[in-house]
């Protein structure tokens, strides 16, 4: 399992997590994720090393912004 | 036409203004309704005057406090 954090600007709530959530979840490789608000911290947890522009791109279309941290 | 205005606490994006307006929309009577998480305001337009508690209780639902304005 390989972890990757990436820092997600503009959420503000729950559902914001749970759009990003959503979103990401479907990535290919992910296996889970934790996500904040507060923090705005994304942790991707996946079989193989994950993606970076998959998973960028995947908060994008929820709606905000992410970057590799 | 009745229109009726209540402040909502708590609602910080747009994800937030769809659960209110999803719990709100359903409350008997209301024909249509403004919400904004900038300001808090909700604007409830309904046939004939709206039960208040019933709206409290919509917005509630969807996780936020509405007092009538």
Redesign the interface.
Known sequence: MTTTEFQVTGM??G??E??VREEVGQVAGVESLEVSAATGRLVVTSSAPVDDAAVVAAVDEAGYVAARA
């Open positions: 503000t709530c559902h914001c749970a759009a």
